[in-house]
Nanobody, 115 residues
Framework: QVQLVESGGGLVEAGGSLRLSCAASGIIFGINVMRWYRQAPGKQRELVAT???????AYADSVKGRFTISRDNAKVMVYLQMNSLKPEDTAVYYC?????????WGQGTQVTVSS
């Protein structure tokens, strides 16, 4: 089992920045892809950013150039640096860890961007 705990959410004004963190613990061997998802009220959960074990990254078009995903393998942490935040970025952000035949989710952290 893998446990994921997100932190760093909060209330920020449009144009501001936040840094989300995801701490992974447990049997993390075999986890090779980490992702951040978000879910806004009344909307489906959407993929925001992906980072592989080789540190290749990918982003949703809506966040490209504003968000950066990174990982610290020594600390078993994944981060999401969010800059130039917009009200439409308001959502619960979830950390996701995936390996062959397995997938784990954190409890989510709320990000609210005021206009």
């Amino acid at each position: 089992q893998v446990q994921l705990v997100e932190s760093g959410g909060g209330l920020v004004e449009a144009g501001g920045s936040l840094r989300l963190s995801c701490a992974a613990s447990g049997i993390i061997f075999g986890i090779n892809v980490m992702r951040w998802y978000r879910q806004a009220p009344g909307k489906q959960r959407e993929l925001v950013a992906t980072i592989t074990s080789g540190s290749s990254t990918a982003y949703a078009d809506s966040v490209k150039g504003r968000f950066t995903i990174s990982r610290d393998n020594a600390k078993v942490m994944v981060y999401l640096q969010m800059n130039s935040l917009k009200p439409e970025d308001t959502a619960v952000y979830y950390c996701n860890a995936a390996g062959v035949g397995s997938q784990y989710w954190g409890q989510g952290t709320q990000v609210t961007v005021s206009s």
